[in-house]
C-alpha cells in the first residue's frame, strides 16, 4: 500500500495508530467518494472490529488517509492534543464559518442525499471536514475559510503530527 507507507512518512505521529485500523480498497468504486471513515463498531463497516478507512477510486491520496484518521479517530480524545486542537477550532467557529457550515449541510441534502438531522451530520461530517480542510489540503483558497489564528493552530497540529511518537 504505497499510499499508506506514503502517509507515515510525512506523518510519523500516526504510525502508532494507524497499525489498528482495518483498511479496505474499492478501486472499482467511481462514484466521486474518496474515502470512508468508520468508527469501531460500526455495522455497516467491513470490519466493526476496528475503526476502518475504505478508499474509492484507484488513486488514494495519503494526505486525505491522514485527515479522516486525525478529523475523526485521533480528535475523538484518542490523542489528547489532537483533540484541544478540535475543542479550540470548534469553539473558534465564526459567524460565517457557521454559516458556511449549515450551506454545505444543505448542499449535501439536496445532491448528496444527506438525510441526517443538521446535528449528526455536523458532528459526524460537517465539522470534521472543516477541521482537516485548510490542514491536510482538502480546501482551496484557506485565507478565506479560515481565520490567521486558525491557519496558525493548524500550522502547530501539522508540526506535532510530523514528529515522531516518542
Not at 92 to 115: M, V
Request: aromatic share 16%.
Amino acid at each position: 500500500m504505497e499510499w499508506y507507507d506514503q502517509m507515515l512518512a510525512e506523518y510519523p505521529r500516526l504510525k502508532g495508530v494507524a497499525k489498528n485500523f482495518a483498511y479496505k480498497a474499492s478501486p472499482q468504486d467511481n462514484s466521486g467518494r474518496l474515502l470512508e471513515f468508520y468508527p469501531q463498531g460500526e455495522t455497516d463497516s467491513f470490519d466493526p472490529s476496528k475503526p476502518a478507512i475504505e478508499t474509492f477510486g484507484d488513486n488514494p491520496n495519503p494526505h486525505d488517509l491522514a485527515g479522516d484518521i486525525t478529523s475523526h479517530y485521533l480528535a475523538s480524545g484518542v490523542d489528547p492534543i489532537i483533540s484541544g486542537y478540535y475543542k479550540d477550532f470548534e469553539s473558534s467557529l465564526t459567524p460565517d464559518q457557521k454559516s458556511r457550515l449549515q450551506e454545505q449541510y444543505q448542499w449535501a441534502q439536496k445532491n448528496e442525499g444527506e438525510k441526517r438531522p443538521y446535528k449528526d451530520w455536523y458532528s459526524a461530517s460537517g465539522l470534521p471536514a472543516y477541521f482537516r480542510g485548510y490542514a491536510f489540503r482538502q480546501w482551496p483558497q484557506p485565507n478565506r475559510m479560515y481565520s490567521a489564528p486558525q491557519i496558525n493552530m493548524f500550522d502547530r497540529m501539522l508540526n506535532y503530527l510530523k514528529t515522531e511518537n516518542q
